[in-house]
């Protein structure tokens, strides 16, 4: 199994990323991987997966440790995205024509909803009624569980993570988020790093059986994203989410858009707006600090 270290690096990067902010493993790593290392999209998006499945039960342990799971949710999501996954993994690897190009414009489609699913999920966090905030443990947010919309959620997140490796947690936790509102950030983020573990584990299973999935590349994202989850959940505490996210959502458009074949014209138009919000932000920031301080 040969190791590459250029890989490796940018799987500690993502990894410290994803430990950061709880999302982002699949819709950063898959187009890092396509796009800097020039990997075969569906190479990319089948060692991803098996990667995926070592590094979601890092997190999840610990929230099912501290209570933090809602395992009825778990259950009826796991029962639509385990066949989900299977399903898209087995299509998106038996695509007629040019799977690469066909791949590539799925995987730019999804990373420009999961950069809009990071927006809506900033927007509800920030907006959600006081008292939701549900306690944790033996005492958390007694919840009913919406079983046919829950499992047709599952059904479809896990055919878009089958098919792109991407939202197992971006997307899937913006419909949690909707569906169940009234669950605690802690309880949302445990819920849907535990989901996951299967989702991935079934997509992951599709693509060894029908992708394009190489050893020697899953090793070298190990090598560097295990340690990158470890050290980004360890620091996440102190970490400006404020910060993190907003440059997350600029990557996932600007690799949407790179892997869209869009004209550079248009990435210069996403950077003059990145830059110009990140003005408008300093200049709100600094008033508000002074104000503060009058």
Same mark, same amino acid.
């Given at each position: 199994m040969h190791l590459d270290l250029g890989i490796a690096l940018a799987g500690l990067i993502v990894g410290v990323v994803v430990g950061l902010t709880g999302m982002g493993g699949g819709a950063l790593m898959t187009p890092v991987l396509?796009?800097?290392?020039?990997?075969? $999209?569906l190479t990319a998006v089948?060692?991803?997966?098996? &990667?995926a499945v070592v590094m979601k039960p890092i997190g999840g342990g610990i929230h099912f440790r501290r209570g933090t799971v809602h #395992?009825? /949710? =778990?259950?009826?999501? @796991?029962?639509g995205s385990i066949p989900g996954a299977l399903i898209g993994s087995?299509?998106?690897?038996?695509?007629?024509?040019?799977?690469?190009? @066909?791949?590539?414009v799925i995987l730019g489609v999804v990373l420009l909803v999961a950069a809009s699913a990071m927006v809506v999920r900033g927007f509800v966090t920030?907006?959600?009624p006081e008292g939701v905030n549900g306690a944790n443990g033996a005492n958390a947010t007694v919840v009913r569980v919406r079983r046919s919309m829950t499992l047709l959620v599952g059904f479809v997140g896990g055919a878009i993570v089958g098919m792109t490796s991407v939202g197992s947690g971006s997307l899937m936790i913006v419909t949690l988020m909707m569906l169940y509102p009234t669950l605690s950030a802690r309880e949302l983020v445990g #819920?849907?790093?535990?989901? @996951? *573990? $299967?989702?991935? /584990?079934? &997509?992951a299973l599709g693509h060894v059986l029908w992708g394009q999935f190489e050893l020697g590349l899953t090793g070298s994202l190990l090598?560097?994203?295990? $340690?990158? =989850? *470890?050290?980004g959940a360890q620091i996440s505490s102190r970490a400006p989410d404020r910060i993190v996210r907003p440059l997350l959502v600029l990557?996932?458009?600007?690799? &949407? /858009?790179?892997l869209l074949d869009a004209p550079n014209e248009a990435l210069a138009v996403v950077l003059v707006l990145a830059g110009t919000g990140v003005v408008t932000w300093s200049i709100r920031r600094r008033r508000t600090i002074d104000r503060a301080e009058s």
């Amino acid at each position: 199994m040969h190791l590459d270290l250029g890989i490796a690096l940018a799987g500690l990067i993502v990894g410290v990323v994803v430990g950061l902010t709880g999302m982002g493993g699949g819709a950063l790593m898959t187009p890092v991987l396509v796009l800097v290392f020039g990997i075969e $999209p569906l190479t990319a998006v089948s060692s991803d997966l098996v &990667a995926a499945v070592v590094m979601k039960p890092i997190g999840g342990g610990i929230h099912f440790r501290r209570g933090t799971v809602h #395992t009825g /949710l =778990v259950a009826w999501l @796991a029962l639509g995205s385990i066949p989900g996954a299977l399903i898209g993994s087995y299509v998106i690897s038996h695509l007629g024509g040019n799977i690469s190009d @066909a791949t590539k414009v799925i995987l730019g489609v999804v990373l420009l909803v999961a950069a809009s699913a990071m927006v809506v999920r900033g927007f509800v966090t920030r907006h959600r009624p006081e008292g939701v905030n549900g306690a944790n443990g033996a005492n958390a947010t007694v919840v009913r569980v919406r079983r046919s919309m829950t499992l047709l959620v599952g059904f479809v997140g896990g055919a878009i993570v089958g098919m792109t490796s991407v939202g197992s947690g971006s997307l899937m936790i913006v419909t949690l988020m909707m569906l169940y509102p009234t669950l605690s950030a802690r309880e949302l983020v445990g #819920t849907d790093l535990v989901q @996951a *573990i $299967p989702l991935v /584990l079934a &997509a992951a299973l599709g693509h060894v059986l029908w992708g394009q999935f190489e050893l020697g590349l899953t090793g070298s994202l190990l090598l560097g994203s295990v $340690p990158g =989850v *470890i050290v980004g959940a360890q620091i996440s505490s102190r970490a400006p989410d404020r910060i993190v996210r907003p440059l997350l959502v600029l990557v996932l458009v600007l690799s &949407a /858009l790179k892997l869209l074949d869009a004209p550079n014209e248009a990435l210069a138009v996403v950077l003059v707006l990145a830059g110009t919000g990140v003005v408008t932000w300093s200049i709100r920031r600094r008033r508000t600090i002074d104000r503060a301080e009058s």
